[in-house]
């Protein structure tokens, strides 16, 4: 299962009541951080995740308000006792921005390992979790991000049983490799069900909707998305400055099928974000304006 957690909500700058949008992720006890403005740490100290099991930093792109807590935050990651390094993924550019604000920050307890990535790119995450990013549409290099973990097969104790499996070798045929010992074998289909749906978010900020995304996000449990506006009157505003307003966002939720839709990095002139639900509503139903503190647990079904 996944446990995410909305930190901030805010695009541009951060308001006494909005801090930056960032959204942390917690798979097996172990965190991953999309985007980190100025004052990050504030809300993470608020929530109490803790600060030490913080295995890697996704950047979507390197403007100020998504990227300048992290000095601080490195620091509060290694007041926390890390020692173990830390993955930070960002766009083209990342490498140069991170050795800059590292400036400031330069003696840590743990290894800061940089590495940018291109679209079509598929990585590792802390607690097994994959991310794959497609290249978005801003001012500077930016990537969406599409993280998913997969669900292991059902195993049928009954049929390894019946197939005369030692007990010693159900594991290997858990992990999906084959069996075999004196007087017979087995092989994964032997004893495991079909393949099970898994869990995916989608990570889309700072970028005009692009054609592709529906395809790449398809099928996630949970898309947390820019609505940088929500009136409409403000859609000619959003081409210019290459960011969506709440019915974008949620045309891209319907045509992905997504399970729901968190809109956040709200525009600092959009004082009451509530006011425009129904733009997204009325596109999406299964809409959230986020908040600072917006939880949820994307979980395996039952069922399956
Ligand atoms: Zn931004
Ligand atoms: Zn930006």
Known sequence: MIDLLLLGTGGHTPLPDRWLSSLLVRCRGELTLFDCGEGT????????????????????????????GLPGLLHAVANAGRTEPVDLYGPEGTTAVVAGLRVIAPKLPYEVRVREVRGGERFGLPGGL???????????????????????????????????????????????????????????DDVLGPPRRGLAFGFVTDTRPLPAF?????????????????????AT??????HMTFAEAATIARDADAGALWLTHFSPALSDPEAYRDQAIAIFPETTIGVSGLTTTLAFADDE
Request: aromatic content about 10%; hydrophobic content about 40%.
């Open 41 to 68: 740490q504030i809300p993470w100290v608020r929530f109490g995740w803790g600060f030490r099991r913080l295995g890697a930093i996704c950047l979507s792109h390197n403007h100020a308000d998504h990227v300048a």
């Open 130 to 188: 994959t991310a794959s990013v497609e290249p978005g549409d801003h001012w500077l290099p930016v990537l969406v991000y599409r993280v998913e973990i997969g669900r292991a097969r059902r195993f049928d104790p009954e049929r390894a049983t019946a197939l005369g499996v030692p007990l010693a070798l159900w594991q290997s045929l858990q992990r999906d490799e084959p069996a075999a010992w004196s007087g017979g074998s087995a092989t994964p």
């Open 214 to 234: 529906p395809a790449f996000l398809t099928g996630v449990d949970l898309l947390v998305c820019e609505g940088t506006y929500g009136d409409p009157a403000d």
């Open 237 to 242: 505003k959003a081409v210019a400055r290459k």
